[in-house]
Every structure is written in C-alpha cells, then in structure tokens.
C-alpha cells in the first residue's frame, strides 16, 4: 500500500502541508535544527509522536490538529469556498486592492532615481581622481 492512499500517514500529511508552503525540506530541517535526510525520514513515517509533531506545527506556521486533519479533498474544499465566497459577495474579496497608481510611472521614477545616483557616483569619482 503506498503512503498517498493512507489516510493517516501523518508523514505525508506533513510533506504536502510543507510543499503547499514552498517550504523544501532543507529549510524546514534548518527550522528543525536537523538535516534535510532527517526530514525525509520523518515524511515516510506513518506516525510521529506529538512532542515532535508540535515542534513540525510550529515550524510550518500551522497547529498540530491542522496537520492531524489535513486531506487534500478539504484542501480542495477550502480553496473552492474561498473562491466562490469572494465571488459571490460582488468580488469582495478584490475590492481596494486595486493600484491607485500607474505600475509605469512607478518604473519610471525608480529609473530616473538610479540615473541619478549614478549621475552623483560619477561626479564623486571625478572629483578624487581629480584631488589626485
């Protein structure tokens, strides 16, 4: 039986709550004070015993009970719920998270703001090649 059809491998719950993150296992294990091999041994394991599994919470910003309870079908649930919530109360969700700016002019001034600093670099190293 593989672990993706166990529902209660504790170590794959663990796995998909990490990768949904964009957490590798190298920065959870940093998070942990372990090794990466470390890790992956953990995420094949079936269970994992609650002092450890609080320390694993806690390191991927989430309770124990949410990666006790974790499945992929409430995953799925909760994102389609949020999708269609915000959907359905007039986008809600997206309202005054509009830019109040144009995303141009804003590129523009921060190059106009580098051509600047370059501009006074070039004038600094001017003026100590010239006191030379």
């Known amino acids: 039986m593989s672990t993706a059809t166990k529902p209660n491998h504790i170590g794959r719950k663990i796995s998909r709550i990490r990768e949904l993150k964009d957490m ?23 269970t994992i015993d609650d002092e450890k599994l609080l320390e694993v919470a ?16 409430n995953m799925i649930n909760y994102f389609n719920s949020f999708y269609d919530n915000s959907s359905t109360q007039g986008n809600s969700f997206n309202q005054g998270m509009y830019a109040t700016f144009n995303p141009l002019d804003k590129i523009i001034e921060l190059y106009e703001r580098l051509v600047q600093v370059e501009k006074e670099k070039n004038e600094y190293l001017e003026k100590l090649l010239k006191e030379k």
């Open 58 to 73: 806690k390191a991927l910003g989430v309770s124990a009970e949410a990666i006790k309870n974790f499945t992929e079908e």
């Open 24 to 46: 590798k296992q190298e920065a959870l294990a940093q998070a942990l004070g372990t090794n990466q091999q470390a890790i992956s041994v953990m995420e094949n394991s079936e």
